[in-house]
């Protein structure tokens, strides 16, 4: 049995190394350093709190286990002071740890510094959509924010409940249709933070993920700039002929595309696809392949994906696959 100890250790353990990218214990910004200070507190007293009544329960066991029918132990009936601080006992350990918790969910719900940058995210069956109102940029999948900078997420929902959650960048938010729940965040190094839908939401729940870019401010701005532009109308005759196939057919119907006539709403807004990471909610980098694959038969590739198999002929797709890739 040990073998099969030591494996089902190896996986579970494997999740707690530095680099895990969903590993909550290794906190790269102040939100979700708070979080995990409150986490190491509360684990402290519960591990204080496990040793002591698994002792006494053990002490308890060995001490007065029956040995024979005459060693039985003396019968008693209520002990008011034993019962007084056990009920004191776990009030103040429970107080102990709602001072601090309740006051991170205070600090972290409150109003934001005036210059924190406002975005607006919205979960849908089964990608996130990001809104930047003060730069009116909306994006989708990858979440792009500067560094050193107080983040001021208002989270909703599109259809069910989901649940926002970076670990390494704060904690889990709920995603509640009609309620709009706040979330500060703020990374303090540039990097690639990995997250996850963490409330089951349905047949694509895991794979619902998302990845933060976190970017020096110079970096950030020029990320913006970029989104703000119309993109250019392709040269490429392919990618021209699958402008052409989005802008007539089905595509734009659910897809928006800023400066043409696609405005649909049902999907993620495509303005600047090419310049996302990756696609399908975070499940595949953007490549022309995985492009190719997912347009063959979306609900294949992705379980119960909203976006119908169009059964779209092949050169259709290399020619949307192309326009898709020059919407940098
Ligand atoms: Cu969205 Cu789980």
Redesign the pocket.
């Known amino acids: 049995m040990h073998w099969l100890t030591a494996v089902i250790s190896a996986f579970l353990l494997s999740a707690c190394t530095k680099d895990a990218p969903l590993n909550f214990l290794h906190p790269e910004g102040p939100s979700a350093v708070e979080s995990d200070r409150i986490w190491d507190l509360v684990f402290a007293i519960a591990v204080v709190v496990f040793v002591l009544v698994e002792g006494a329960l053990v002490f308890v066991l060995f001490r007065y286990r029956q040995r024979s029918d005459k060693d039985a132990p003396r019968q008693v009936h209520g002990n008011t002071r034993l019962e007084i601080a056990w009920t004191i006992i776990p009030v103040l350990l429970l107080i102990g740890v709602a001072v601090p918790t309740v006051g991170g969910i205070v600090r972290q719900s409150a109003e934001p510094p005036a210059d924190a940058l406002r975005i607006d995210v919205i979960?849908h069956?089964?990608w996130w959509e990001y809104r930047y109102p003060d730069e009116d940029v909306i994006t989708a999948t990858d979440l792009h924010i500067p560094t050193g900078r107080a983040v001021y997420l208002s989270i909703t929902s599109g259809d069910v409940i989901?649940?926002f959650w970076v670990p390494k960048l704060a904690g889990k938010q709920d995603a509640v249709p009609g309620r709009i729940n706040p979330l500060s965040m703020k990374a303090d190094r540039p990097g690639k933070y990995l997250g996850q839908?963490?409330?089951?939401?349905g047949l694509s729940?895991a794979n619902?993920r998302l990845t933060v870019y976190a970017h020096d401010p110079a970096d950030f701005d020029g990320w913006v700039e970029n989104q703000k532009a119309v993109p250019a109308v392709p040269g490429d005759p392919l990618a021209a002929r699958g402008r052409q196939l989005f802008l007539e057919g089905k595509c734009a119907g659910c897809h928006t595309i800023e400066g043409t006539n696609a405005k649909g709403q049902t999907g993620p807004n495509m303005t600047h696809f090419a310049s996302r990471t990756t696609f399908a909610g975070s499940m595949f980098e953007v490549t022309d392949e995985n492009l190719r694959l997912w347009l063959e038969d979306p609900p294949g590739r992705k379980p119960g994906s909203k976006m119908p198999n169009l059964k779209l002929p092949e050169d259709d797709i290399l020619a949307l696959v192309s326009f898709l890739q020059s919407l940098k």
């Open positions: 979960g069956q089964w989901h649940s839908c963490a409330e089951y939401c729940h619902m």
